[in-house]
Structure formats: C-alpha cells, structure tokens
C-alpha cells in the first residue's frame, strides 16, 4: 500500500536539495532529477513543496514523462486534502484531407470529350465543304485544302449564303470519284491539325494531375561532410549483400513513441568524468534521422527501477551506422553512473526525436547568439555542425563556452576547425573559471560584457540560446534581460527569444 502524506508534511521538503511535489494527488520526490531535468532544476525548485499540478498541465509533457514520475513517486496526498482535477483546454483540429476540391482529371476528360465533339463536327464541315468545293470545280490543285479549312471556319450563316452563291454559279455536274476523295483528303487534314493543336494547348494550360500526385518536396542540395572525431574504423554488422537505403516512414531507426534497443560499440574517455559514447544502429548505412536541435531519450533498468534520461547526440544524419553521445558522469546522475559502467557489446533502450527546438535554415534566425557551459555544448555543436555544413544556410552563429579549466573544454578541436573553415558563419569564445598562467583567453564567469562584446544585440532577428549548469543559465539570463533580451519562460518553446535547452 502506498504511504500517505499531508500537504504539511510535502511544504517541508522545500529546499536547493530536497525537492518535493504534488502532482494529480500524487507526491514526487524529485531531487534525484534536479541535474537531469531538460530544463534545468531551477524549474523544479521553483515549485518544491508545493501542488505544482497545474504549471504541469499547462505546459505539456514528452512521452517519457510518465517513465519518469514512476521513478520518483513516494506516495499520495491524503484523501481528505485532495485538490479539485486541474482541466486545461486543449484545441482540437479537423483533419484536412490531401485532396483537391475540383476533380481536375474529371474536368480534363470532359474537356477532352468535348474537344472530340467539336474536331469532328468542323471535319464533317471541311469535308462537306472541300468534297462539294473540289467535284464542282471551285477550286483545283492544292490550295483546295487550305480554302476549305478557310471556308470552313466562317460562321454558319456565311458558310451557308457562300454554299448557295457557288451552287448557283456551277450547275455542271461533279464527278463522283473526285468527291469522295475530298471528304477523305479533307478529313484527315482537319483531324490532324486540331489533334495537335488540342494536345498542344491542354499540356500548356490544364492542370492535368492534381497536386497530390507530386512529391511533397524536393531534393536537398549535397552537403559538405565533416567527421566528428577521428576515430578507427569499427566494424558493427556484416557489409556484405545489397546496399540499404536509409531508413523511411515505415522503416525507422528509432522511433518517438517505441523503445528499440542500440548496441554499445566505443566508449572512450575524453576529458575528466567525460565520455564519448558510440551506439550502432541496426545497419551500417543506416541514418538516425534526428532534426536538427532536437534530442533521444536512454533507458535502462536500474536498481530494479526503469530510469530515462535525455541526450543530444553529437552526431548527425551524414554519420551513417552510428549514434554518437558525449556523457558526464556525476556521483548522484543515476543514468551517467550506468553509462560509466557499460561495456562494449552492452546494450540500451533509446526513442526519439523529442524536444522544443524547431530549427528551420534562413528561417529561424539571421544571428544565433550561443552561451554553453561544460556538456551543455552539445545542443549547439549540433546545431554549429548542421549550419557550417549547410552551404545554402546563411544564419551566423556567436558562441561563448565556459569551462572551469582548459582540459574541460570539449569538441575544441572540431569547433576550431569550424570556425577555420567557415569564418564568415561562426566565431567562438572559450571563458575558464580556473585558468593557469599561460591561458590568454577569456576569464572568469560569462558576464553582460562579454555578452555585449562577443553575441549579437537584442533584436527581432536574433536568438539567444542557453544549455549548462543551472546556477550559470540563472546568472546568464538575468544578464540577458538587462541587455533588452526578453526573460525565458520556465519551459522553453521554439519562439522564445531566449532559449533554453
């Protein structure tokens, strides 16, 4: 049976490292999340021992959401002091089918019908015309067949006045052969030219086909590649056999909703606590099909517990066969702590895409102003790589990364390598809190100065993008808004100025 708590004794567990809460009746211990919480445990603090139901509703969840409370509930809100269901409106939308309004292939075969009808109507016309024309002897040789389609083409009433003002003038009589022979001629050269002329002018000026039978878009133009870390080849399946396409709608290799299995197959120690983490995908050619700004969840059973926690992974959808992930290990990071643990050939359950940020080239912003600290760099290589690469994107892209010390720094030699092959798109700035006596960078932590120097100002046409330890976003975003930047909201969305990863 589940403990019982009071509001009382939940209001107790309010503090920087004890954060309780109640949601939907049910309490929550949820400091075990503080540093795993996507946007920072600032959010969570905010509303420690409190009946945070309604901010929970009203901004929406991912569908990990509820793997996660099962980890962190404790108990129930006693029955007498049960709060009233939070609703919260939710539009719904009719579904808009991909067909058009006006049968157009229905239209354009009455449209034919009627072009039928009216080709053999002005041949029996020419015919009648140049056969009568030709056995009276109104004309002879070769122009009889342009004075008949000449003829023919006068309204009925003239055509009509012309035929009786000839008949009158030839009363001789015709020969039979020369008749028939103008119908047939006649026929076959009226035929011929309205068949032309008709498919001529429909190819041009019908909509034949409606727009459902056209892709829904076009090919992306050829990326320029660049390798993430220089690594030795791996070998994660057999190559052998026939090429695999990547993978479509209905061949994902990794899904939103469904939890699918990734086999571990490099695991190297970069930095102090720091891990790069390569996971293969089913087949070599395989593209993880990630958008660009968005994340994957890992899963893994713990201690008895399903534990799920979000990553952004450091490789993009030019690295075929692999998934990449850089870790940091913390002492009270449940998932960190397995990860460190894992073996090459052990394997973890992942899902996606997932997250807020909806990145469009040349359509999101002209300048990104980017402040990261320690791994909260990987949201924004991700986002770096993808536009570096991108000969057609023209955003530019400022970033200010802050470490503790040099050796911290990560993904340097990359970054660097960005900014030298593509100076006219990014510029970096590494900022130490402890640095030794040779470093001749920034110092310090991230302040409005260097914020003033080093991003682009607040304007309409500019963003602003956060990912670190909470206490730095704290700092940092008051420092935005004295700058004229608007504050981020407590759960970030794709239009924020200030964003939050």
Not at 48 to 58: I, L, P
Not at 122 to 143: C, R
Not at 387 to 403: G, Q, V
Not at 405 to 419: C, K
Request: glycine share 6%.
């Amino acid at each position: 049976m589940a403990a019982t708590f009071t509001l009382d004794q939940v209001r107790k567990h309010n503090s920087k490292d004890d954060v309780w809460m109640i949601l939907h009746n049910k309490v929550y211990n949820a400091t075990s999340y503080l540093e795993d919480h996507p946007g920072g445990s600032i959010i969570l603090r905010e509303v420690a021992g409190t009946d945070a139901t309604e901010q929970f509703v009203e901004v929406g969840h991912s569908a990990e959401t509820d793997d996660i409370l099962k980890e962190l509930y404790v108990g129930d809100l006693a029955q007498d002091e049960h709060a009233d269901e939070v609703e919260v409106f939710r539009p719904t939308f009719e579904k808009v089918a991909m067909v058009a309004a006006i049968d157009v292939k229905q239209v354009a075969k009455s449209k034919v019908r009627k072009n039928v009808k009216k080709t053999v109507a002005m041949a029996s016309v020419i015919a009648s015309v140049g056969a009568v024309g030709l056995a009276k002897g109104w004309w002879t040789g070769p122009e009889w067949a342009l004075a008949a389609v000449t003829t023919a083409q006068k309204p009925v009433s003239q055509l009509a006045d012309l035929m009786r003002s000839k008949l009158a003038q030839h009363n001789g009589g015709g020969s039979s052969k020369l008749f028939w022979w103008g119908v047939g001629i006649a026929t076959v050269v009226e035929l011929s030219l309205t068949t032309a002329v008709t498919t001529w002018a429909l190819s041009k000026l019908e909509a034949q086909k409606e727009f459902t039978h056209f892709p829904r878009s076009r090919p992306a133009t050829k990326e320029r590649k660049m390798a993430i870390l220089k690594m030795p080849a791996y070998s994660t399946a057999a190559t052998t056999g026939p090429a695999v396409k990547p993978p479509t709608p209905a061949n994902k290799v990794m899904d939103p909703a469904d939890w699918r299995k990734f086999k571990l197959v490099r695991k190297v120690l970069v930095s102090p606590n720091v891990f790069h983490l390569v996971f293969a995908l089913p087949r070599p050619t395989d593209v993880l099909g990630l958008p660009t700004g968005q994340h994957i969840a890992l899963r893994a059973l713990i201690d008895g517990k399903n534990v799920s926690r979000s990553y952004t992974p450091v490789s993009n959808n030019s690295d075929l066969g692999r998934v990449e992930l850089l870790i940091k290990v913390y002492d009270t990071g449940l998932m960190t702590k397995h990860l460190e643990r894992m073996q090459i050939g052990d394997h973890i359950e992942m899902r996606g895409p997932k997250g807020a940020m909806q990145y469009v080239p040349n359509g999101y912003a002209k300048e990104i102003g980017m402040i990261a600290g320690g791994t909260g760099i990987t949201p924004m290589y991700q986002l770096i790589r993808a536009i570096c690469e991108d000969e057609s994107d023209r955003t530019r892209i400022s970033l200010l990364y802050a470490n503790n010390t040099e050796a911290d720094i990560l993904l340097r030699e990359e970054l660097d390598g960005f900014v030298k092959a593509f100076p006219e798109k990014l510029s970096v700035q590494y900022v130490l809190a402890q640095p030794d006596e040779k470093w001749t960078g920034l110092k310090g932590f991230v302040t409005a100065d260097m914020i003033r120097e080093f991003l682009p100002p607040a304007a309409e046409s500019t963003k602003m993008l956060l990912c670190g330890p909470p206490p730095m976003v704290a700092a940092v975003s008051k420092n935005l808004v004295s700058l004229g930047f608007t504050a981020p909201g407590t759960l970030s969305k794709a239009t924020d100025q200030v964003f939050l990863f």
